[in-house]
């Protein structure tokens, strides 16, 4: 309790006429499970967030819900969540003694893949712009645990959100609080999987002279037996899915969550990180095979083209923006637990003072999610692609009030609504594509959401 007494707002800080925004944060002494954390405030469920980096260097949970920012339909949509979050944090009273990015006031949240592709109502649950900024954040940051709370206007309901959660923790009760029983797959179904191979055939035909690359995608819905829990989910991505991001967005009732192993951008002060990640093959069943594979992937001038279009396009952003930065000549093998990529890490340093929305919106989407050239993959994605990807292949992460932020292409990922879920999946279509091997990758790239919902062994 002696925590959670500092980060109660008292007396005059409470009794306030005007609506501003209060944050106080404090260390915490004791380490803690945030995934325990998250899972024990399942009375807070469709407002709780969850976010690891691939590295394990940060890590969050967020309970409850300060402020919303959210929007649909937009053209200038990332200007529009700048400027809302600056005027939440005008006038804002932070009480913040530690520098560290990622502690503090921070929004967390995602955008939709193409805010002016026709919704359906797939994804009711979530706006073209959905961020919201949480009433209670735990942050890890290298190792170092803080608790930030964040309060708006006199709204106190906050006071029994923060004692609630650290009774919760003092109780100490059994930490391994996530309930992982086996929730039985009932049904699963490749949406228009025969129009999708026809389609990938129809746009190999399109591309020419102007348009290189397509980025196009699918969608499996499947249906279990019980509703399925958020916590036993990032539970099992945590677990499977090293050198991801792993992410979840509550909304109602719904959930988006996925273990990505795609940076769109990073910012911390003047430095930048992206990565060029585009080309892929199955994993070997045995070393010797894993090894030879990522020789044919390394080798396959397919997908070195498909690789390349990333890499042109995330250069000559860095172009921009960047007063030196290093991108290496060839792409080297990353390999996740279903699936291996060519990947070529991006790092740069800022020219001048850019947010990590004006980044985001320099970048997304990258020929790894759209095409090459970006304008034209995009209306082709948009005429053509018989699926909704709502926040599927966009960006999803966070962003601090000291304009530091970091986001992941929210690839591998599923919606999770009560006991259905939908998963998507993607692949680049270029010149020398072909509709059934496509196919097939897309079915790969199914695999770490399946195997985490519990729809398959292993
Ligand atoms: C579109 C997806 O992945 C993207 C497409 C890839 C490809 O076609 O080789 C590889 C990595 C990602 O950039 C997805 O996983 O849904
Ligand atoms: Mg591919």
Not at 11 to 24: A, C, Q, V, W, Y
Not at 169 to 179: A, F, I, Q, R
Not at 258 to 274: D, I, M, N
Not at 428 to 441: C, H, L, N, W, Y
Request: proline residues 3%; charged residues 25%; hydrophobic residues 35%.
């Amino acid at each position: 309790m002696k925590e959670s007494k500092g980060l109660l707002l008292e007396g005059s800080e409470l009794n306030t006429s005007t609506s501003i925004l209060r944050s106080k944060v404090i260390k915490l002494e004791q380490k803690q499970d945030f995934l325990t954390i998250f899972a024990q405030n399942d009375q807070y469920k469709g407002k709780r967030f969850f976010w690891k980096s691939p590295d394990g260097a940060s890590v969050f949970a967020g309970i409850g819900i300060c402020k919303m920012l959210q929007s649909n339909g937009m053209e200038q949509i990332y200007e529009e969540v700048e400027k809302e979050w600056q005027e939440l944090l005008d006038g804002s009273e932070i009480n913040n003694p530690f520098q560290t990015a990622g502690v503090g006031p921070m929004l967390f949240g995602g955008f939709s893949f193409d805010p002016k592709k026709t919704r359906t109502n797939l994804w009711d649950n979530f706006k073209d712009a959905h961020f919201y900024l949480p009433a209670i954040m735990f942050s890890e940051i290298d190792g170092e645990q803080y608790v930030t709370v964040n309060q708006y206007g006199d709204r106190n309901d906050l006071v029994e959100v923060i004692q609630a959660c650290f009774e919760k923790l003092e109780k100490n009760e059994d930490t391994s609080t996530v309930n992982t029983h086996s929730n039985k797959l009932l049904d699963s179904k490749e949406i228009n999987g025969d129009q999708w191979k026809r389609m990938v055939s129809e746009v190999v035909q399109d591309l020419g002279q102007s348009l290189k690359k397509v980025v196009l995608a699918r969608e499996s819905r499947l249906v279990f037996e019980q509703d399925i829990t958020t916590e036993a989910v990032l539970e099992n991505l945590l677990n499977r899915q090293k050198n991801s991001y792993v992410f979840a967005l509550e909304s109602g009732k719904d959930c988006f969550i996925g273990a990505s192993p795609e940076r769109l951008v990073k910012k911390a002060g003047k430095q930048v990180f992206s990565v060029c990640l585009a080309g892929s093959i199955a994993r070997g069943m045995n070393e010797e095979d894993d090894e030879s594979l990522g020789q044919e992937l390394m080798n396959d001038p397919k997908n070195r083209v498909e690789h390349d279009y990333v890499v042109q396009m995330i250069r000559s952003a860095m172009e921009k923006v960047c007063s030196t930065f290093e991108i290496p000549d060839e792409p080297r093998l990353l390999k996740m637990r279903d699936i291996q990529h060519l990947y070529t890490p991006v790092t740069g340093t800022l020219l001048k003072s850019a947010s990590v929305l004006s980044l985001i919106e320099l970048l997304h989407p990258t020929p790894a999610l759209g095409g090459y050239p970006q304008a034209l993959a995009i209306e082709k994605i948009r005429e053509a692609e018989m699926l909704d990807r709502g926040l599927y292949g966009a960006p999803i992460g966070w962003l601090d009030y000291r304009g530091n932020g970091e986001f992941a292409v929210s690839i591998r990922s599923a919606l999770i609504q009560k006991n259905e879920a939908s998963l998507f999946a993607g692949c680049g279509v270029v010149k020398d594509s072909d509709a059934e091997m496509e196919f097939k990758e897309t079915a790969i790239k199914f695999k770490p959401m399946l195997s985490a919902l519990g729809g398959q062994l292993g």
